[in-house]
Nanobody
Framework: VQLVESGGGLVQAGGSLRLSCALS????????MGWFRQASGKEREFVAS????????KEADSVKGRFIISRDNAKNLLYLQMSSLAPGDTAVYYC??????????????????WGQGTQVTVSS
């Protein structure tokens, strides 16, 4: 299984971005999926997760009401819609796949495959 993130970039505070994660070498509907992020000099942290069907999600308190995780199993794509972005959201964002289809994390140990990450930079 390979995961490739896209959609990162530079955005002003208050703006929006949508990240995508393409899964290949497998079927997206077999996996629970998650987004994590790592700011410079900090540990990687959980952002959001979604079970295989998309009917249940979990979000970190820091992004609730601003970020929405979703998936399109037919296209093998995972999304993270980010709005009201703040400089504190600046980080490399990673998508991850977990073989337990109902696993929502938020521990990294619940996820088995990881992408290389995409940089999101929010300017003030």
């Amino acid at each position: 299984v390979q995961l490739v993130e896209s959609g990162g970039g530079l955005v002003q505070a208050g703006g929006s971005l949508r990240l995508s994660c393409a899964l290949s070498g497998g079927t997206l509907s077999s996996y629970a999926m998650g987004w994590f992020r790592q700011a410079s000099g900090k540990e990687r942290e959980f952002v959001a997760s979604i079970i295989w069907s998309g009917t249940r999600t979990k979000e970190a308190d820091s992004v609730k009401g601003r970020f929405i995780i979703s998936r399109d199993n037919a296209k093998n794509l995972l999304y993270l819609q980010m709005s009201s972005l703040a400089p504190g959201d600046t980080a490399v964002y990673y998508c991850a796949a977990g073989r337990h289809p109902y696993g929502l994390g938020p521990s990294e140990g619940h996820f088995d495959y990881w992408g290389q990450g995409t940089q999101v930079t929010v300017s003030s």
